[in-house]
Each structure stands twice: as structure tokens, then as C-alpha cells.
């Protein structure tokens, strides 16, 4: 199939960016898009031209890396589906690709489609961690976690840091990543001690990066490659107000 | 957000209930407009808890307003460059979408809705009425286009619920299972059901002569 592309093209953070139109041809449904965007590239350096930047790392939907805006949907309209795992047969010939860089104020794009998403570590060291003496592993038996905390802890823990919550939010909120990080930790007996400190210190830091403020519209959720259910904002919400209370 | 916005709804069920009086006669609805002004006395003077309601609820709607603003100006400065293709919705819930217009639509109409049934300003009676002729003379026939604005207000105010009901209970952090917030959304859809019908039918039925 044939495709025009629509990609923003802007060298480095100074650069005001635009929108530049490219042509692929030859590609096959069984391409990942970013196999698509490879030959692309491929075909940009041999006439010279300069690639288009993307960030990617694992191609296998693990890493969060590769996160892009495709057609006005962070990560594409295929559901709980990274961008690398996206393949190429859910698009038809003739179709235009509109592809962008996740749009954050905390997220500024370092080149074409890559921004940097350091926000997200600063918002774990400040308290996406538990405190304990290293050393030898524990018996696993000696702390009993109820089977249904265990799993919505998983089920928490499964973020892969990728940023499509933040592209997708219309108030650009880092809520449904911070809320996956402190309902992981915090519905863990491991992560008790420093519950209510962490969930703090990790809203006041998501908040200082500029961030926008959750109206629960949703839209995270359902871009979110993961699944990371819409419950973990309440949990951070509960956690943080008891917090604050004290 | 959700502290006020919850005693505006209270407000309005409270409302709500209160006009539904205007079926039971002109003697009944006059009769709980003056009850409205003289409860508690003679213990308190006139008008003592309904200003202080009245003051209640016009805090709750500036500070409404005042979070509203903040985080809708919070949410411009977090996305300083838009997207070039629309962003498409991937929730569902269209009321969620509706959230800040509507609101504006809102408090449009409350400021009509003031000057029309309490102040008498824009009301074909005028301010001395009792309350009763202000409303059936506000709804009639020659003035439908009054009545529509609060039909159409009316459906903004549901689709406002709609979402704000279940939301407020998710930002106080009472959502935590996906029941529980399955069990709040239908809630909130029931209430605000409830609230539109409960609150169009005595225009309708005023403009359409059921209600002399
Ligand atoms: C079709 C629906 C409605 C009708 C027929 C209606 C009718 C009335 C009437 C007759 C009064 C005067 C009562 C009196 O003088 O004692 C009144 C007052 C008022 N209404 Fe409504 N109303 C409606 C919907 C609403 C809505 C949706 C809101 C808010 C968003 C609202 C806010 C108010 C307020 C703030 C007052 C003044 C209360 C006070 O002065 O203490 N109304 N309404
Ligand atoms: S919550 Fe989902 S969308 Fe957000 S960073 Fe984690 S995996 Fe990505
Ligand atoms: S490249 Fe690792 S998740 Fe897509």
C-alpha cells in the first residue's frame, strides 16, 4: 500500500518545528509502523535528507519508549497497543498519516518526534520507591498479600512510563502514571511505611513540573497501552487527601 | 470542584422539588415561597436562613467558577502547542466534553433566571407578582423562546451532572474499585434523568396551558 505522511519536523528544542508531507510506497501490512517509518528513513538517507527522529527501544511493547500521536490518538486508535506494535494492516492504501510528537509543556520535543520525558523520573525519585536493607532475598512466604491487592497491584505496576496518558489528557494531567505508581507501591505491605509521604511528595512533584490537573475525563485510561484502570486516580486521590489532612 | 459543586446539586434537588409545588395550585406554591422567607422565625427574623443560603450558594458558584478557571487555564499551559490533527476522543461519554461551554451556558442562564422569576426584571409581571403568576406568566406561549433557552439549559445542567456527579466522588477518592465507580456513573446518570424531567415539566406543561 501507499501512504502520505504528515510528520512534524523540528531540529532541536530552539527550532519552531513544522509539518512535512512524504510519500511511502511498497508498504506491507505486516510492518510494524515503525518497520514503516524505517523505510522511510532509509530511503530519506540515501537521497540525503535527514531521517526522522523517533524514539523506540524494545519494538516489542515493553519499554515505553516509542510513543507518538498518530492521526490525533496517542499511540494510535488500536487499543492497548504500543505504537511498535502497531502493524501496518490496520491502515488501508491512499490513507493520510498525521504523525506528532507527544504535545506536553513537561515533555519538550528534543527532535522531530522525540521529547524528553525526565519529568517522569523526577516524579519517581520523588517517591516512586520503597525503603528497605538490601541484602539476601526474604522468604517469600513471610509477608501474606491478599490475592485481590496482589493483582491490582500487578495490574498497577504493569506502566511502562510511556506518556501517552499526559498526550492524550485535554488538561495534559501526568495523573494516570503517578496514580499506577502509587497504587503499586501503595497497596503492598513493602510499601506501607512511606504511603502517605509518597503520595504526596510524588502529586507535588508531578504538580511542580507543570502538569495540567485531572477532570477525570478518561482519556488516559483509554490510550493507555497497558490498561492501567481509571481506579488507580482515585486511589491516589484518597491517599493524597489523607495525607494532606494530617 | 466537588465540595461545591455537591451543594449546588443539593441545591437543585432542593429547587427541583420546590417548583413541582407550582401543580399543586397557586395557594401551595405562594404559600412555600413564603415559608422559603419566613422559616425559623419567630425565633429569627425574616429572610435570615434563606440569605444566608442565598450566601452559601453564591460562594459555591464563584468558587465553582474559580476552580473551573484555574484549571482550565492550568490545562492551556500544559499544552502550549496543539495538536495539528484533532484529537479524537478515545473515552466514551460525550458529557464530559460539554463540561466548560455548558458550564458558561450555566451561569448564563442563572443570571436570566434571576432577573426573570426572583427580581422580576425581564419577568412579563415584573417583581411585585407573587412568585405563582411570575412563573405561569413566564412560561406562556407568546414567550417560547424563553422557554426554550431553559429547556436547552435544562439538558446542559443534565449533561453537567452527568459527568460532575460521579467525578466529584472520583477526586474525593471514593472510586477505588471499578464497581464502585460503575454504581456512581449510572447513579449520576439516574439523578440527573430525574433532575431534567423533574425541572422541564412545569414550563412545558405552563406553556402548553395544563398549568393556568
Ligand atoms: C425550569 C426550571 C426552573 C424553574 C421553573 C425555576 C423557577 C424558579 C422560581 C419560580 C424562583 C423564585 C422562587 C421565589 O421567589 O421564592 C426561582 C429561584 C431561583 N432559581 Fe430557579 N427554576 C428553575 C431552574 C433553576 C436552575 C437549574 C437553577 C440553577 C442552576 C436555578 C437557580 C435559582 C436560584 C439561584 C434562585 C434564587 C433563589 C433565592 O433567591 O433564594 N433555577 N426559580
Ligand atoms: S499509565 Fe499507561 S499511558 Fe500512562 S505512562 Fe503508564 S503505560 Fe503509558
Ligand atoms: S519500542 Fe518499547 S514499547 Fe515500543
Not at chain 1, 527501544?57 to 497497543?81: F, P, S, Y
Request: net charge positive; hydrophobic share 45%; proline share 5%.
Amino acid at each position: 500500500m501507499n501512504l502520505t505522511l504528515k510528520i512534524w519536523r523540528q531540529n532541536g528544542s530552539s527550532d519552531k518545528g513544522r509539518m512535512v508531507t512524504y510519500r511511502v510506497e511498497d508498504v506491507s501490512p505486516d510492518m510494524s509502523f515503525l518497520e514503516m517509518l524505517d523505510v522511510l528513513n532509509e530511503r530519506l538517507i540515501l537521497e540525503g535528507d535527514d531521517p526522522v527522529a523517533f524514539d523506540h527501544d524494545c519494538r516489542e511493547g515493553i519499554c515505553g519508549m516509542c510513543g507518538m500521536v498518530i492521526n490525533g490518538v496517542a499511540h494510535g486508535e488500536q487499543k492497548l497497543t504500543t505504537t511498535c506494535q502497531l502493524h501496518m494492516r490496520h491502515f488501508k492504501d491512499g490513507d493520510v498519516v498525521t504523525i506528532e510528537p507527544w504535545r506536553s509543556a513537561a515533555f519538550p520535543v528534543v527532535k522531530d518526534l522525540v521529547v524528553n520525558r525526565s519529568a517522569f523520573d523526577r516524579i519517581i525519585q520523588a517517591g516512586g520507591f520503597i525503603s528497605v536493607p538490601a541484602g539476601s532475598a526474604p522468604e517469600a512466604h513471610s509477608v501474606p498479600v491478599p490475592k485481590a491487592d496482589a493483582d491490582a497491584a500487578f495490574d498497577a505496576a504493569t506502566c511502562i512510563g510511556c506518556g501517552a496518558c499526559v498526550a492524550a489528557c485535554p488538561n495534559g494531567s501526568a495523573s494516570l502514571f503517578t496514580a499506577a505508581k502509587i497504587t503499586h507501591l501503595g497497596l503492598l505491605p513493602q510499601g506501607q511505611p512511606e504511603r502517605e509521604s509518597r503520595a504526596r511528595a510524588m502529586v507535588e512533584q508531578m504538580d511542580a513540573e507543570g502538569f495540567g490537573g485531572c477532570t477525570n475525563t478518561g482519556e488516559c485510561t483509554a490510550v493507555c497501552p497497558k490498561g492501567i484502570p481509571f481506579d488507580t486516580i482515585a486511589q491516589m486521590n484518597a491517599d493524597y487527601l489523607k495525607a494532606a489532612s494530617k | 470542584m466537588a465540595v461545591t459543586g455537591a451543594a449546588l446539586v443539593l441545591f437543585l434537588i432542593a429547587h427541583m422539588l420546590g417548583n413541582l409545588k407550582v401543580f399543586m395550585g397557586a395557594d401551595s406554591f405562594n404559600h412555600y415561597a413564603e415559608w422559603l422567607r419566613t422559616a425559623g422565625s419567630p425565633a429569627l427574623p425574616n429572610r435570615t436562613l434563606l440569605t444566608i443560603t442565598e450566601i452559601v450558594l453564591a460562594l459555591c458558584v464563584v468558587l465553582h467558577m474559580w476552580a473551573a478557571v484555574s484549571l482550565a487555564r492550568r490545562a492551556a499551559k500544559a499544552r502550549p502547542v496543539k495538536y495539528a490533527a484533532k484529537r479524537k476522543s478515545q473515552a466514551k461519554g460525550y458529557a464530559t466534553q460539554t463540561m466548560r461551554y455548558g458550564g458558561v451556558i450555566i451561569v448564563l442562564f442563572v443570571v436570566w433566571h434571576l432577573l426573570d422569576m426572583t427580581f422580576g426584571a425581564v419577568n412579563p409581571k415584573g417583581g411585585d407578582a407573587t412568585p405563582y403568576d411570575r412563573m405561569v406568566a413566564g412560561f406562556q406561549p407568546d414567550r417560547w423562546w424563553v422557554t426554550a433557552f431553559y429547556l436547552v439549559a435544562m439538558v446542559m445542567i443534565g449533561l453537567h451532572l452527568r459527568h460532575g456527579l460521579w467525578s466529584a466522588f472520583q477526586s474525593l477518592g471514593l472510586t477505588r474499585h471499578p464497581r464502585s465507580r460503575g454504581a456512581l456513573q449510572t447513579g449520576a446518570a439516574a439523578v440527573s434523568a430525574v433532575l431534567v424531567l423533574g425541572f422541564v415539566v412545569a414550563p412545558i406543561c405552563i406553556m402548553i396551558g395544563v398549568v393556568k
